[in-house]
């Protein structure tokens, strides 16, 4: 037997969590946690590693055998690029985080957390068992909630719960349909929560629709689409940064893949039923999230709302059925977690001089602290996709394969690309351009980034300019999953319209 | 002889005045001997049953039963004396601090 | 549509091609390293720019020296670099083309572009964020190479959101000023709804031709469905309008002069404002496929000339009355480019010679500015002839230039479009001419508000001329406003042709019927504003009017109120409706679930009396609950 | 019929397998001697004796028990009124387990200063001299323990029944010790002789019920025994006795179901979870509830199987009031006992739905109701034993603080009360990666696979509603400010081992619930 490299992997960081609820000097802890964040990020690159010069990590041991379970886990190139991306962002946060807010719980639960959640989420992305995936999937919840009430901000308390409502409310309507479907895979004599043994099964009818449903609506509200988005504004404004960044960078995600490992993966009928209202929702989502993002008067708000904007995107390329689009909306979802974190990191310096999160609060900063708001114009531009930036390449690759299927849709999706410059350089300019107000000079005056602070965005901004201009190897690295998914439903791209042409 | 089905309506209708009792009656020990009542009427049943079924299980049974309904007795009077010590009141609506 | 197998494939690139690129990512590296290094790289940042768009001019005049050596034939050089992006049947590689259209816009962003680096020295020289400046004009001139020089619409496109990029940049570069901050913001915000036209017309070309390659869109454009064809046309439009400052998305190019003058010069002068017109010069093959698209453009230009004629007539900001010429001279080539093949060779040919006299006029225009602490307002300028020698004499060659005036360049290039108007259409034609009529009244407006007449300076101002670091490029920019139109006259048709598949008019130094009456119009513009503004004493404060005509221009025809009304207004109000459905709305509605399971609880702990009677009631309510239950399943 | 009666009527002299039934009578046993050792021996060694003699008692039922499962002794016992089955394993196992857990809790003197959570002289007038004389002297009852051995031999046996009246009896001898026992309060007495006398009167009123019940079926099969109703119900299918059926069917099930504490049968169950004395509530929450269960199935799996198409309609019925009644009832609840007890009713809905699926034929190795229910009830156990000994913990000055509010901020003052207290909260309220996780997933599954796919998705809704009852206390303990005047006491271990272990367990049945799900399923069906 090979060595279990995945299970490895996502154990790593829980174990290193749990180390972490012993009691322990602050210094001791923090270097631990940043030790395992480190380590959990080799290993992560080394299974890449590994998957990308051929290696078999697939382990599959029955986990509760009455019910069909399996301890199965795996990674496709979508659920590696996940991987990769929580790796990578764990350890900046941690750093982010070296000093969390004064008045709350201590940096060595913050540390413990946060690599739990890891642990979670790498589990999340790489399980291959519909009930290990549910598993894992409510149990990041947990974390998270004590993440944010532990460390929020003032109204932390309401927006953890609502967080943990709404989410529980799609995992919980998902509940009901994995148990639909290991009674529908018992009756065709497939009892067995395995991806490889349903895809035998048929999801037909009535009842193959609802089960994706149950699916698809936790996934909703996950990758927060309109109207059931209303928590992440919340449940952002009232995080650290750095719950932020996991929470809208990496969980966030599970939505838009889930959708695709299993509301695609399991019901490729159901879901080429639901493509319609979705790909609609998905515009709706898109200008909703730009509108409110326009809207906002807080920094987190407006970036969690820039978040529901992007996901719509995401959820479009996926709904698009094309190569191309899906592609995209998978690449999207990795570069979307750099440009959040970038986004959320930075808002968080600026928090940490002023203490508010309120654009009134700025103006000016520009002027005394040059580097904290180019920092901010880079991330900005990142969350609007400039070409030379990775979200750019995703999100072309999404309209450009939607367009091919749906020309109208993706045109009034477009209003969408155009509300992101408005809201992101409204913000800029309102804060960081302009005269230096009193209260900017007093709080920045001396206080541009640090060393830390700009090492810690260094990768980051380093990651997306890499994507933006050598996309290629990820790319590479996602299509297999896209073109997998598309197999199995069924679908094909458009051909060029133009005979002769290429 | 009566036709045996009429003692099981006769148990039936000992048991309802039974169940009657313990919703109406304030006292507790009248509460309490309704529920003695709604345990002979189902005596009544299991003879009569026996009788019908032509099986001995049912008279035995009600030895049973008999035995359990004094059992039930020392409990249940320990409890009511006890609060009857405590509160001076053997009336079941008085005790009514555990609610909502 | 036979003329289209005209073009010449493009030939792999060997020799000297192969370093095409570090066009490109010299600047772009320097422009990288200034930013990074900070203050590290204060003193000597301005000069390392500047030396690295001199490496980019270099390289382009050598690649056209190659390319005029070589046969017209192989004149086109494609160099692919690397894959971008492969992703289902869609390859998008980064490559670059350098055909005979690119490598004039090469070597005119960089001729330019580096007269105005250096400019930008004693410009600069004393603002503390001069190195800061440098790296973002290198910034720009890198991605308005890649646009220029790439071979595939996305790669142009990057280039094109670049220079958006780096025009938002260097617009708000006093970012401190409010009003700085705004136009950058504005001028982003337009030209990204130029933007969407780009990524529909790319989108479409790919559902189309499955590339965006020009080659395959150009092989493929005579083939597509005319719907399809006219859309692609029209969102190409669309992204050269942004780009262009093109009505209807004209209204940010007047707030753009917010940006440090030699950035007017440079980006909304002389370079990136003119991208519109090399995209539809360059999609050629698609507009002639699509003649309504054709069309729309040539409208576009025709309004959008006369406005910007129109606004420049009636401001008193001379940076504003130069950006409303250059909207009107962008018109000017775009109707070129809308004409079809008659007129591609003079749409690049006027761009050229614009770029020169425009950016000399711009440069001399920063030129008096640094002269008048930075003041804009020509109402506070006057009798500028005298203490401004190079200043004056440079302007008045450019402006010469611009109205056409015999022999020097504008005169060459804009007769000609007259001319293909004309014979395109005539009302376009007499549109057209009536803009070059206009253009004479501004611009001499400009000449004797500015130049002659009385001394209206505020007092403290002392003006003097510029040191020579900004004289000399002006003088440059002169020499090449008077000479290029004549140079290039008799050669561009015939360079262009291979590239762009047109035919060679005849031309004459004689002027045609048209150029007589353009030249005569020109004279008409030009005497009646000497004597509006020459004879009497302008005041000082613009004089109130209720003249329709001069309001709209002072208020740059209400383009920013048209579009608070249609969009700023309806967003806003869109925005402030999201937020209040979601806090008022949905949260509402989730709260009010939750509440009414709270109420709910209160009501069922009432049944929860206390009283052991009640209990034995609510178990004998079960046992008829049963009863019912079993019935009613037995029953049914 | 009379090769039934064959043997009551020879008068035979009954014949015990003692081995087999060593679990069950070893309890029993050590309850009677338990009274004896309270008569004889001096008053300061009893509370010692009687602990040795519960635990050693237990332990070594355990063992006998295991024993026997291994060498899968299967079958009728003791003149075949006790039916030795797999689910009987399972449920008698986890009796004992729950059992000694909560007698654990019995044992903790620590937490009052060296006496029990037991009232020093039950017969004395609360507030009178002749109370506080007997606390004064440190006398306690050391009765509970052979009373709560009592109830737990009861319990035994009354899902082990083969026999209608031997179930009769057993529950009879497993309430009336639970009854003395709510009535035995240290502290605010006066509720706990209330929560007594209500449990009494309802309780008895209820074996009516089930008596009734019982001769109902009796009147129709002829017989008490549950496989004898079977094939009477199975030969008997139009005839015109059903109504007897059905009068029988019904009433027996109220009688089962007050046990269980399904709506409209609950009402007792908040009064008296809050008025018991915290142990004892720990130990009905269980094993009152595990039992009953048993007993429910045993009864309509066993004998009344023909009659599904007419108790599922009825079971589903009440299954969704009574998860709708539970969880909507503790949404407003200000005290933390009161909340577990609507917790409870709500979890006994839960419950209801894999009884309702019924499902039973499936495929060797795969999971039925049957053991879906076990693995449910064990999850839940454990939760609720560790939830009951942390609720002894939160003290003021006058004693256990139960109100919710005395709990605020508790994470501040004790993070790993506040955290263990929340771990079951999660278990309770079904997150993954806790016990009651897998629970429910396991008796959603057995619910659909019978049919009942539209009760699974009420169940759903209803668990969305049941997170915030739960969450109200996390977000209480880990987001209020500290309440004044409260503390966490200083236990020992008798409470701390088993809310350990009941943590550990939790946990360890959330994330590798292999062993215990397959040991459910291999206990195979009912034995009929």
Known sequence: MTFPWLTFLGLLPLVGGLLLLLPMGKGAARTLGLVFSIATLAVAAGVTVLHVTGADLAVQVPWIRAFGAWWALDVDGMGLAMVLMTAILTPLVLLAEWEPPANRWGAQAFFALVLILEGLSLFVFMANDVLLFYLFFEATLIPTYFLIVGFGGARRGYAAVKFLLFSLAGGLIMLASVVGVYVVGASQGAPSYLLQDLASVRFDGDLGRWLMLGFLIAFIVKAPMVPLHTWLPDAAENSTPGTATLLVGVLDKIGTFGMIKFCLGLFPEASLWITPFMVWFAVVSIIWGALGAIGSRNLMRLVSYTSVSHFGFMVLGIYAFTTTSMTGSIFYMLNHGFSTAAMFLVVGYLAKRTGSYDIEAYGGVQKVAPVAAGVLLVSGLATLSLPGLAPFVSEFMVIAGTWSRYPIVTAVSLLGVVLAAVYILRMYQRTMTGPVTDHTAAHFTGRDLTGLEKAIMVPIIGVLLFLGFVPQPAVQLVEPTAQATLAYVGTTDPAPVVKGAK | MMNPENYLILAAILFVIGALGVMLRRNALIAFLCVELMLNACNLAFVAGSHITGTLDGQTTAFFVMVVAAAEVVVGLAIIVSIYKTRRSTSVDDANLLKL | ?636 | MSSILLPALEMAAPTLEWRALAPVLLVFAAACLGILLDAVLPRAYRFLAQMTLVFASVALSFGFLVMNWRAMRQGRLAMGSIMLDGPTYFMWASLLVFGTLAFMIFSERQLNGGASAFAASAASVPGSLEEADASAARREHTEVFPLGLFALGGMMVFLASADLIVMFVALEVFSLPLYLLSGMARRRRLLSQEAALKYFLLGAFSSGFFLFGVAMLYVFSGSFDLHAIHEAVAGNAFSSSNGLLYVGLGFLAIGLLFKVGVVPFHSWTPDVYMGAPTPVTAFMAICTKLAAVGALLRVFYVALDGERWNWQPLFAVLAVITMVVGIIGALTQTDVKRLLAYSSIAHAGFLMTAVVGATQVVPAGQGTSASAIMFYLAAYGFATIGAFGLVTLVRNAAGEDNTIASWAGLARKSPWVAGLMSLFMLSFAGIPLTAGFIGKWAVFTAAWRGGYGWLVVVAVLASLVAVYLYLRLIVVMFAGEPAKGTYVGNASGWTWIPVVIGAVATLWLGIIPDQVMQLATFAGGFLR
């Open chain 3, 1 to 636: 549509m036979i003329l289209l197998e005209t073009i010449a494939e493009p030939v792999a690139a060997t020799g000297m091609f192969t370093w095409a690129w570090t066009m490109i990512a010299v600047p772009a590296v320097v422009a990288g390293l200034l930013l990074v290094a900070g203050k590290l790289s204060d003193a000597w940042g301005h000069l390392l720019a500047t030396a690295a768009v001199f490496w980019s001019f270099a390289i382009a005049v050598c690649l056209f020296a190659e390319q005029l050596l070589a046969p017209a034939t192989e004149r086109a050089v494609s160099a692919n670099l690397y894959t971008w992006f492969t992703v289902g049947q869609w390859d998008f590689q980064v490559g670059l083309l350098v055909d005979q259209l690119s490598i004039l816009f090469a070597m005119l962003i960089t001729g330019v572009g580096g007269l105005i680096h250096v400019y930008s020295i004693g410009y600069m020289s004393h603002d503390p964020r001069r190195r800061r400046f440098f790296a973002y004009l290198n910034l720009f001139i890198a991605a308005m190479l890649l646009l220029v020089l790439a071979d595939n619409y996305l790669v142009l496109f990057v280039g094109w959101e670049g220079v958006g990029l780096a025009s938002y940049l260097l617009i708000s570069f006093w970012q401190h000023r409010p009003a700085a901050a705004a136009a950058g913001t504005k001028a982003f915000v337009m030209n990204r709804v130029g933007d969407l036209g780009m990524l529909m017309a790319i989108s479409t070309m790919l559902a189309m031709f499955g590339s965006s390659k020009f080659t395959e869109v150009n092989a493929g454009a005579a083939g597509t469905e005319p719907m399809w064809a006219t859309l692609i046309g029209l969102f190409l439009l669309l992204g050269a309008c942004g780009k262009s400052a093109q009505v209807p998305l004209q209204a940010w190019l007047l707030d753009a002069m917010e940006g440090p003058t030699p950035v007017s010069a440079l980006i909304h002068a002389a370079t990136m404002v003119t991208a519109g017109v090399y995209l539809v010069v360059r999609s050629h093959a698609l507009f002639e496929a699509a003649p309504i698209a054709q069309l729309a453009v040539v409208i576009v230009a025709t309004v959008t000339l006369l406005a910007g004629a129109w606004i420049g007539t009636s401001q008193d900001d001379i940076k504003k009355v130069l950006a409303g010429s250059t909207m009107s001279q962008i018109g000017y080539m775009m109707l070129a480019a809308g004409i079809g093949p008659a007129g591609y060779a003079f749409a690049i040919f006027h761009l050229i010679t614009h770029g020169f006299f425009k950016a000399n006029m711009f440069l001399g225009a920063g030129s008096v500015m640094h002269g008048m602490n930075d003041d804009v307002n020509m109402r506070h300028y006057g009798g500028l002839s005298k203490a401004m020698k190079v200043t004056f004499l440079t302007f008045a060659m450019g402006y010469l230039a611009i109205i056409g005036f015999p022999f020097f360049s504008g005169y060459f290039s804009k007769d000609h479009i007259i001319e293909a108007a004309f014979a395109d259409n005539t009302f376009i034609g007499i549109c057209a001419l009536i803009g070059a009529g206009i253009t004479a009244f501004y611009m001499t407006r400009l000449m004797l508000m500015t130049f002659f007449g009385e001394e209206r300076w505020l007092p403290g101002v002392h003006p003097h001329e510029s040191p020579k670091v900004m004289t000399i490029p002006l003088i440059v920019l002169a020499v090449f406003s008077v000479g290029i139109g004549a140079v290039m006259n008799f050669w561009i048709q015939t360079w262009l042709e291979p590239a762009l598949g047109i035919h060679a008019h005849e031309l004459s130094l004689v002027p045609t019927p048209v150029g007589w009456m353009t030249m005569a119009v020109v004279a008409l513009g030009v005497v009646a504003a000497w004597l509006v503004f020459g004879r009497s004493s302008i005041p000082v404060v613009a004089p109130a009017t209720n003249n329709p005509v001069t309001l709209a221009g002072r208020n740059v025809l209400f383009g920013d109120q048209v579009n608070d009304f249609l969009f700023v207004t309806p967003a806003v109000a869109l925005a402030s409706a999201v937020d209040t459905t979601d806090a008022k709305g949905i949260d509402t509605a989730v709260d009010g679930l939750g509440r009414a399971f709270l109420g709910l609880s209160t009501q069922l702990r009432r049944l929860q009396t206390g009283y052991a009677r009640s209990y034995a009631l609510t178990m004998v309510v079960g046992v008829l609950l049963v009863g019912a239950v079993l019935i009613l399943n037995l029953v049914g």
